[in-house]
């Protein structure tokens, strides 16, 4: 079982930046891949980027705007820079584990519980 936790989220102004982290611990699978998604008030969540050994995903949404990364290639941490934070982008954010990168949120096997990001317009 792996066991994610997020950090990072706030409150920032528009035009603003945030970086979340998530650590993961527990049994880690050799071939993996992590993603982000978000749910917004009244929405239904949503896929944000992921990232695996060799390649990075993101929705057109955030394309541009957003980066993942992770702090080595066994991605037990992984992050979320976020940049140029428009009011849209208020959700709770969380990190997932899977097998391989996906945008489908039913491929992730494990999840943790969530970081509020608030932008103020």
């Known amino acids: 079982q792996v066991q994610l936790v997020e950090s990072g989220g706030g409150l920032v102004q528009a035009g603003g930046s945030l970086r979340l982290s998530c650590v993961a611990s527990?049994?880690?699978?050799?071939?993996?891949?992590m993603g982000w998604f978000r749910q917004a008030p009244g929405k239904e969540r949503e896929f944000v980027a992921a990232?695996?050994?060799?390649?990075?995903?993101y929705a057109d949404s955030v394309k541009g705007r957003f980066t993942i990364s992770a702090r080595d290639n066994a991605l037990n941490t992984v992050y979320l820079q976020m940049n140029s934070l428009i009011p849209e982008d208020t959700a709770v954010y969380y990190c997932?584990?899977?097998?391989?990168?996906?945008?489908?949120?039913?491929?992730?096997?494990?999840w943790g519980q969530g970081t509020q990001v608030t932008v103020s317009s």
């Open positions: 997932a584990a899977a097998f391989s990168p996906s945008i489908r949120e039913s491929d992730y096997g494990s």
């Open positions: 527990g049994r880690i699978f050799i071939s993996s891949a």
């Open positions: 990232i695996s050994n060799d390649s990075t995903y």
